[in-house]
């Protein structure tokens, strides 16, 4: 009996040491090198069981994303010269024009919004302009119908939340110099939402950054987040009484924000970039209720970061348990020619798309930095979720550089290899 319980021991042994060397590896698709929207998603669009990916106009049918199925116009086109002549190319201006250019969707996301089983696609066009949801036609021919759902959507990092608690998704946006969000009524989702406001009037406006909710105070209700600080969801919500504010140190505006407990010890932070169109990156450490502490995972020097990386434009951020062990990590890159080939912070460096995970040891936490890829980066969004439905988390983008799904592996190595794959200290 002895020598079987020593053999499991052994065999135990040895898979917790298997398992504990494992390096994450990515397989990028260009789906296309079109330029039609800063964003993209994911869902299985035609109910066949593999997992498609939504990117401007179109839906493309997994899991080789070569099918494409139009969901609104793709008319758009610029010109540009191709051995001496003039020729149309479909999309906006981007990197296939050498110009800068803009898309009419800044956004997408995925719900099923009218709740008959398909997923629906919903777009954030022109910041100020319209938001618009379109109803998935479950496989009859035709685009699909469009229903605004708001006329004017500001801000550069909407998106969808729960943040009444609901169980329904809001839409984190600004209207009129308020902060606040949209609300669907559920029994005719595809009628205009109501704006709910948070705040009296400020300076907000169509191209303000930095946006996002959570629970701040650990009262159990979400906050809202902006660069300035935080607005305290109160106990009863009538869209008239404006939320408590209270200000925060969390940067000059970057991207989607988020509240996390980054740290283990039992109250939220927040986590950020710091400059949507500059440099920086940090989680805002909550030392005690309304003081903060800023940690810095990556800045404009190398020498700000321990592992030395550094890249600009940090103009979308997603949350999500990348490496399966429980705690979530951060997902961010640099976008692409946010302001065209001359604009903003390094416009020509490499367009790196990045995930940083998330240990903690002896009660610190630290962010390491792994690259995913460097000729594909961000838009003002950037998805992570489980696109092939392989149990991994996969990474959708969609920029000026066109259309991108990463797909994610697991390879497990020996010590060594391991060793050699993981990200050097530069301090």
């Known amino acids: 009996m002895l020598k079987y319980i020593l053999l499991a021991i052994s065999l135990l042994t040895i898979s917790l040491s298997a398992a504990e060397f494992k390096i994450h590896t990515w397989k990028k698709h260009h789906i296309t090198p079109h330029f039609w929207s800063e964003g ?3 869902g299985d669009f035609n109910h066949d069981g593999k997992g498609d990916v939504v990117v401007g106009p179109y839906w493309y049918a997994g899991p080789d994303f070569k099918k494409r ?4 116009s793709d008319k758009d086109t610029f010109e540009t010269a191709k051995d001496g002549e003039k020729v149309k190319v ?5 990197e296939l024009s050498g110009t800068n250019g803009y898309s009419n969707n800044f956004l997408t996301y995925t719900y099923d919004f009218n709740s008959d089983g398909w997923k629906d696609v919903l777009v954030f066009g022109w910041p100020g302009k319209e938001t618009i949801w379109y109803e998935n036609p479950k496989n009859k021919s035709g685009l699909w119908k469009a229903n605004v759902i708001f006329k004017v959507t500001d801000g550069e990092s909407p998106r969808l939340e729960d943040v009444t608690g609901d169980g329904k998704p809001e839409l984190l946006a600004f209207q009129g110099g308020h902060l606040g969000y949209g609300e669907a009524d559920w029994s005719d989702p595809a009628k205009e939402w109501k704006f709910v406001s948070i705040s009296t009037k400020g300076k907000w406006q169509r191209y303000s950054h930095g946006y996002g909710a959570g629970d701040v105070n650990g009262d159990g209700r979400k906050d809202i987040l902006e660069a300035a600080g935080w607005w305290e ?5 009538d869209g008239t009484t404006p939320w408590k504010f209270h200000a925060a140190p969390f940067g000059a505006g970057g991207a989607q924000m988020y509240t996390y407990d980054v740290d283990g010890d039992g109250d939220n932070d927040v986590i950020t ?12 450490e909550q030392t005690a209720p309304g003081k903060w502490k800023q940690n ?3 800045n404009s020097k190398p020498e700000e970061s321990p592992f030395g990386v550094k890249f600009s434009q ?3 951020i997603d949350l999500a348990d990348i490496d399966g062990d429980g705690l979530l990590d951060i997902i961010t890159g640099k976008r692409f020619w946010a302001h065209g080939p001359k604009g903003d912070q390094e416009p020509g460096a490499p367009a790196v798309l990045y995930w940083f995970e998330l240990t903690r040891k002896g009660g610190k936490a630290e962010y390491i930095p792994h690259q995913i890829d460097d000729n594909s980066g961000v838009g003002t969004q950037v998805a992570a979720g489980d696109v092939n439905g392989d149990g991994l988390l996969d990474i959708v983008v969609g920029n000026k550089k066109g259309a991108f799904v990463h797909l994610h592996s697991v390879k497990k190595v020996s010590k060594k290899k391991w060793q050699a794959a993981q990200p050097k200290r530069i301090h």
């Open 233 to 237: 969801q109160p106990k009863k919500v």
């Open 40 to 42: 993209g998603h994911f």
């Open 90 to 94: 479909p999309g906006f201006k981007g």
């Open 314 to 316: 940090l103009h979308a």
């Open 69 to 72: 199925h139009t969901i609104y």
């Open 273 to 284: 970039s710091l400059a949507a169109h500059g440099y920086g990156l940090a989680w805002i």
């Open 296 to 298: 810095t995972i990556i």
